[in-house]
């Protein structure tokens, strides 16, 4: 299907009645600008409205960062949190970046009140297309645990490659713009 520009794709993951999904646009910016909003995880404000955590532990500029995140979700749903290793693999020659985040586990005891997501993977691959215009690609695979039907996770999964995307085109736009 195709969202506000995001054409997204889902896939059945397996042994699982959850989906995959990938969301794919192209965004009127430098793939410097799309990668350096995206790698830096010192202003995270235009992720997940449910976000209401960030503990970096480890964040090294173009290579590798590690932190927890809580998510708070509406009522009936249990909140979560997520210990994530996330790895950068930057080709400032070539404009290509990719960034690959999955769950760490041992670094940040579970909590009570909160189910931990381990089965989570995410990768994003930003690539120039031209001088000002870059083609990005997100992917998701999200397990959120818990008593979650799989077709609501589902519902709200094959939204998060467009969210996500469409923050960042309205990020770039709000940092792009005069003062």
Same mark, same amino acid.
């Given at each position: 299907?195709?969202? $506000?520009?995001?054409?997204?794709?889902?896939?059945?993951?397996?042994?699982?009645?959850?989906?995959?999904?990938?969301?794919?646009?192209?965004?009127?910016?430098?793939?410097?600008?799309?990668?350096?909003?995206? #790698?830096?995880? $010192?202003?995270? #404000?235009?992720?997940?409205?449910?976000?209401?955590?960030?503990?970096?532990?480890?964040?090294?500029?173009?290579?590798?960062?590690?932190?927890?995140?809580?998510? #708070?979700?509406?009522?009936?749903?249990?909140?979560?949190?997520?210990?994530?290793?996330?790895?950068?693999?930057?080709?400032?020659?070539?404009?290509?970046?990719?960034?690959?985040?999955?769950?760490?586990?041992?670094?940040?005891?579970?909590?009570? $009140?909160?189910?931990?997501?381990?089965?989570?993977?995410?990768?994003?691959?930003?690539?120039?297309?031209?001088?000002?215009?870059?083609?990005?690609?997100?992917?998701?695979?999200?397990?959120?645990?818990?008593?979650?039907?799989?077709?609501?996770?589902?519902?709200?999964?094959?939204?998060?490659?467009?969210?996500?995307?469409?923050?960042?085109?309205?990020?770039?736009?709000?940092?792009?713009?005069?003062?």
């Amino acid at each position: 299907k195709e969202k $506000n520009e995001v054409k997204i794709y889902t896939r059945p993951m397996e042994g699982s009645g959850l989906k995959a999904c990938k969301g794919v646009a192209d965004i009127n910016a430098t793939a410097l600008e799309v990668y350096t909003l995206v #790698e830096d995880l $010192n202003h995270t #404000e235009w992720w997940d409205e449910n976000l209401k955590i960030i503990k970096m532990f480890i964040y090294e500029k173009n290579k590798r960062a590690r932190f927890y995140l809580q998510y #708070e979700l509406p009522y009936p749903l249990v909140n979560r949190d997520l210990v994530a290793d996330i790895t950068v693999t930057p080709d400032f020659k070539n404009n290509v970046f990719k960034i690959v985040s999955q769950p760490i586990t041992g670094l940040v005891p579970e909590k009570k $009140n909160y189910v931990r997501i381990k089965d989570y993977l995410q990768v994003w691959t930003i690539s120039a297309l031209s001088a000002n215009t870059t083609h990005v690609e997100m992917e998701c695979l999200l397990d959120p645990a818990g008593a979650v039907p799989d077709w609501l996770i589902n519902m709200v999964m094959v939204n998060s490659p467009s969210n996500s995307i469409n923050n960042i085109r309205k990020q770039l736009e709000k940092n792009n713009k005069p003062h």
